[in-house]
């Protein structure tokens, strides 16, 4: 239950031992920080618009493009073919694989990004992990801490699952869409082909092809 296969194809990430020996799929963040520490060979080997920010702990990927107004301040690992389009924030333990947008003002801090993520315009990921060709809409907030700043766990109909984590925000599987606006709460593992409508408020386990839809009563009056 919870294993990392059930909800990310390691195929399509170049860092699969960060999910080695784990009992969970979220334990993988407990890794990042170390395993950029040893493995982390600092590299620019894409093109740079302009002159974006960034710092002596990252690597830049073949074909990667970085425009002018992004920040990476790392330690970061960014693969091949990627985007990061100006207003782009890169804080600590970060890694991304081939084929990844980072927008315009995202902000992204201690999570793993598959192949062919997309994360376009004004969203937050922080202590979350998304899997190959995962989709964030305009405005999607993982959200990593809660209000308390309690230890974080994952409630399914069985029980409660503690993480040991006080930042956690969310495991989203292989291509799930994400609708604009929509707010995922700490702790929340959603699973592949998975589809959450804007303007959601989640939190929990979402099963492996669900749909989660926001219905709203709308009312028109006569302008006056």
């Known amino acids: 239950m919870f294993a990392s296969a059930d909800y990310l194809d390691l195929e399509h990430t170049a860092h ?5 020996n784990q009992n969970y799929v979220w334990d993988a963040l407990k890794q990042v920080a170390s395993y950029l520490q040893f493995r982390l060979k600092p590299a620019i080997l ?3 618009m302009g002159k974006p920010f960034i710092s002596n702990h990252v690597f830049i990927g073949k074909g990667t493009i970085v425009e ?3 920040m990476l301040k790392g330690p970061a690992w960014i693969g091949e073919n990627c985007r990061l389009r100006s207003g782009c924030y890169v804080r600590e333990n970060v890694i991304a694989g081939n084929g ?4 315009n003002s995202c902000e992204f801090k201690n999570c793993i990004l598959f192949d062919e993520v997309q994360v376009p315009h004004f969203n937050y990921v922080g202590d979350s ?3 190959h060709h995962a989709h964030l809409g305009a405005g999607v907030i993982l959200s990593n801490v809660k209000l308390d700043h309690s230890e974080i766990v994952v409630i399914t109909p069985d029980g409660e699952i503690a993480t040991g984590l006080r930042k956690f925000g969310a495991i989203v599987g292989d ?3 994400i609708g604009c606006n929509a707010v ?7 699973g592949s082909d998975c589809m959450i409508y804007p303007g959601v408020n989640f939190r929990g386990v979402l099963p492996h092809g669900s749909m989660v839809k926001l219905r709203q009563e709308l009312q028109l009056i006569e302008k006056r």
Do not use: D, H, Y
């Open 46 to 48: 894409g093109e740079l």
């Open 184 to 190: 995922i709460n700490p702790g929340s593992v959603i």
């Open 68 to 70: 002018q107004g992004a």
């Open 100 to 103: 990844v947008v980072m927008g």
């Open 175 to 177: 291509r799930t869409e």
């Open 16 to 20: 699969p031992k960060l999910f080695e």
């Open 129 to 131: 992990i998304l899997g």
